[in-house]
């Protein structure tokens, strides 16, 4: 098992900058890939951006050039660091991770809003 704590989450103004962070404990040696889903109020969860074991990434369009994911392995953490916010980036932000079963572990959320 995994577990997941996320922590960062906050108020911004449109144009600034929040970074979240997600702390794994557990069977860290099992996971591969983590990442950060969002939901938006009356959406559908999306991925934002994900890294490999390998540090390979991946991001949503939508975040392209605004946001970075990093992951720090000997601190079992990983990082979105998010810059230039937009109010349409207002929504629960949940870390994952997925092991190599291909199991998915979810942090409980937290909650970023974009407003001036």
């Known amino acids: 098992q995994v577990q997941l704590v996320e922590s960062g989450g906050g108020l911004v103004q449109p144009g600034g900058s929040l970074t979240l962070s997600c702390a794994a404990s557990?069977?860290?040696?099992?996971?591969?890939?983590m990442g950060w889903y969002r939901r938006a109020p009356g959406k559908e969860r999306e991925l934002v951006a994900s890294?490999?074991?390998?540090?390979?990434?991946n991001y949503a369009d939508s975040v392209k050039g605004r946001f970075t994911i990093s992951r720090r392995y000997v601190k079992n953490t990983v990082y979105l660091q998010m810059n230039s916010l937009k109010p349409e980036d207002t929504a629960v932000y949940y870390c994952?991770?997925?092991?190599?079963?291909?199991?998915?572990?979810w942090g409980r959320g937290t909650q970023v809003t974009v407003s001036s």
């Open positions: 890294v490999s074991k390998g540090a390979s990434t």
């Open positions: 557990g069977s860290i040696f099992s996971i591969n890939a």
């Open positions: 994952n991770a997925n092991d190599w079963s291909d199991k998915n572990y």
